[in-house]
């Protein structure tokens, strides 16, 4: 196996800040996808999100998928923020893909932004100015 699948929820997406991070290992983007609406996201400080799978209380989250070069997966972890790791996320066609998780006690008293459905509407909305009574 040459390239393995990566489902990114935040930062890494395109037109984020940690993007750079996919392409400097010549990652490839394949599609926007969606998660199984199992799942529930948090704005850690405002500076990224974290994703967690629940069993009560989830929804669908925004995603992209990517494909990744095996060699470059460890450099593209190493760079994530603390808290965030690698687990398999259930995509809303029922596929199992890798992807990025936040570890429950970086989501602890932070923002719940789940229900803005990913981080790129959460940002959006910032930039409005609207995001009272979303969660």
Known sequence: MTSVLLAVNGTLMR???LNGNLIAVNSRFVKE???APCYRLWSINDKHPAMQKVAIGGKA???????VPTGGLARILKQEPPGLCIG??????GEMELG????????????????FGGWRAYCASKDAGSLKGRV
């Open 15 to 17: 037109g984020f800040e």
């Open 33 to 35: 996808a969606q998660t």
């Open 61 to 67: 989250i925004d995603l992209e998928i990517w494909e």
């Open 88 to 93: 398999k996320i259930e995509l809303s066609d």
């Open 100 to 115: 990025v998780l936040g570890e429950a006690l970086l989501c602890d008293g932070q923002n719940e932004i789940t229900g």
